[in-house]
């Protein structure tokens, strides 16, 4: 049987009568969806002796930039903020992860960032150690790690277009819709509902923006019926790929 295309409820199925997982694993919600996809259930079991659930609320520090790295952790809920400092002190928000990325970077002694919870945040930690010498004897973990290296790549580069040349309306409907699409990624629907992660101050850091322009932008979106916004955070798109499309052609402004 080929459990690598079987739908995600029959693969719980089986994990769940599979003895040879451990039991932490086959209830976890990033099963096989993480990197933990494409470990054996040998490797499953080693790491598994080492492994530690964490919930941290929203706002709370999970590493420090130059910070030494002993642990690495898949992202099971909620959704982290990377952000680097000056050396005076001024700090930019550079980037966003999601369940279920994996938080870290193999191999390196230190942090290149800062993370923080930007909402409430559940992960599942695990020694460096252990998963840098899986690397270097699987394969499809490495392949999987390169993968999620490659499309962050690409999203930073996406980003700079963004800071670059997009006008403070594309901006903040980029924004938008980079979250719709990260929130839930396996979502076919055409329409997404999600809470945003981040607070106007933030939104402005990361966008470049300040927070009245955010805020000015955002109430434009509303106006015209993209999106549909209540509680301050809760966003609704009824057409997703209207709004990339509004955001390609520049009908924004």
């Not at 080693?46 to 420090?64: D, N, P, V, W």
């Not at 993968?147 to 409907?173: F, H, I, N, P, Y």
């Not at 055409?190 to 939104?203: C, T, V, Y």
């Not at 990361?206 to 993209?226: C, D």
Request: aromatic residues 6%; hydrophobic residues 40%.
């Amino acid at each position: 049987m080929d459990v690598v295309n079987l739908n995600p409820e029959t693969r719980e199925r089986l994990d769940i009568h599979n003895s040879e997982l451990p039991i932490l694993c086959q209830a976890c919600e990033a099963r096989h969806k993480g990197i933990c996809g494409v470990l054996t259930a040998e490797q499953l079991v080693r790491l598994s002796k080492h492994t530690t659930k964490h919930m941290i609320g929203a706002e709370q520090q999970i590493a420090f930039q130059g910070e030494t790295v002993a642990r690495y952790a898949n992202i099971l809920r909620g959704v982290v903020k990377l952000s680097k400092s000056t050396a005076d002190g001024r700090q930019q928000i550079v980037g966003l992860q999601f369940a279920p990325d994996f938080m870290g970077r193999p191999f390196s002694k230190e942090n290149d960032f800062a993370v923080e919870a930007a909402t409430d945040v559940k992960i599942c930690s695990f020694p460096r150690a252990i998963l840098d010498e899986f690397i270097s004897r699987a394969p499809d973990l490495e392949h999987r790690l390169h993968l999620q290296a490659l499309r962050e790549l690409d999203e930073s580069r996406e980003w700079m277009l963004t800071l670059g040349r997009k006008t403070a309306a594309e901006r903040v409907a980029s924004f938008l819709y980079f979250i719709a699409v990260h929130a839930d990624p396996e979502a076919t629907s055409n329409e997404r509902k999600f809470e945003i992660p981040l607070k106007r101050s933030d939104i402005a850091d990361f966008l470049g923006l300040t927070i009245e322009t955010v805020s000015r932008q955002i109430t434009k979106l509303r106006q015209t019926g993209i999106v549909h916004i209540s509680n301050n955070r809760t966003v609704e798109i009824p057409d997703l790929i209207k709004l990339r499309a509004m955001i390609e052609v520049n009908f924004l402004d």
